[in-house]
T-cell receptor
Framework: GNSVTQMEGPVTLSEEAFLTINCTYT??????LFWYVQYPGEGLQLLLK?????DKGSNKGFEATYRKETTSFHLEKGSVQVSDSAVYFC???????????FGTGTQLKVEL | NAGVTQTPKFQVLKTGQSMTLQCAQD?????MSWYRQDPGMGLRLIHY???????DQGEVPNGYNVSRSTTEDFPLRLLSAAPSQTSVYFC?????????????FGPGTRLTVT
């Protein structure tokens, strides 16, 4: 079956530091890959996506590249801000319409 | 557009009570889903629907019922609440875009069963 593995949190960084959150997956077929962000007390919002190998998704300074050879979709940002503090979820979808498989989430805390 | 709305935001139930979590979307999305979020486990799919009148089970369906009589509404029913159902519940709707399905989530319902 499908599964997503994310690095354990919490991750604590100083403002303007470089961020990497690792995500690897196991899937049948050719999944689409997503990063969702959850701010405190809110629902999940789509942050970025990639639908085929070597695609790079990007949004709000965050980037992730779909690496089929390493089955990875690591999230990166060059300079984090306090406002980036949230929980980040990696997820995949294999064409089932609304069947997302999520990782366990990684909490990011950014301090001044 | 209001997007995906969920009511109530918070609920406390006693073991054995029943209740319905409401979910509505105004985007005319064909697909709707219910997930539960538990610490250290991410989100897990409970039930989903691919259109009015059509529902199916997800990963953790036991103890929950759903129906989809209209495109807009997708209520989740707990028939006899148990402490193991203490969780945060998210409803989502989705549509097909560029050969994949983009999901929109509601703000969640935090349920405590005592």
């Amino acid at each position: 079956g499908n599964s997503v593995t994310q690095m354990e949190g919490p991750v604590t960084l100083s403002e303007e530091a470089f961020l990497t959150i690792n995500c690897t997956y196991t899937a049948t077929g050719y999944p689409s890959l997503f990063w969702y962000v959850q701010y405190p007390g809110e629902g999940l919002q789509l942050l970025l996506k990639a639908t085929k190998a070597d695609d790079k998704g990007s949004n709000k300074g965050f980037e992730a590249t779909y690496r089929k050879e390493t089955t990875s979709f690591h999230l990166e940002k060059g300079s984090v801000q306090v406002s980036d503090s949230a929980v980040y979820f990696c997820a995949l979808e294999t064409g089932g319409g609304n069947k997302l498989t999520f990782g366990t989430g990684t909490q990011l805390k950014v301090e001044l | 557009n209001a997007g995906v709305t969920q009511t109530p935001k918070f609920q406390v139930l006693k073991t054995g009570q029943s209740m319905t979590l409401q979910c509505a979307q105004d985007m005319n999305h064909e697909y709707m889903s219910w997930y539960r979020q538990d610490p250290g486990m991410g989100l897990r799919l409970i039930h989903y629907s691919v259109g009015a009148g059509i529902t199916d089970q997800g990963e953790v369906p036991n103890g929950y019922n759903v129906s989809r009589s209209t495109t807009e509404d997708f209520p989740l029913r707990l028939l006899s609440a148990a402490p193991s159902q203490t969780s945060v519940y998210f409803c989502a709707s989705s549509y097909s875009r560029d050969s994949h399905y983009e999901q929109y989530f509601g703000p969640g319902t935090r349920l405590t069963v005592t």
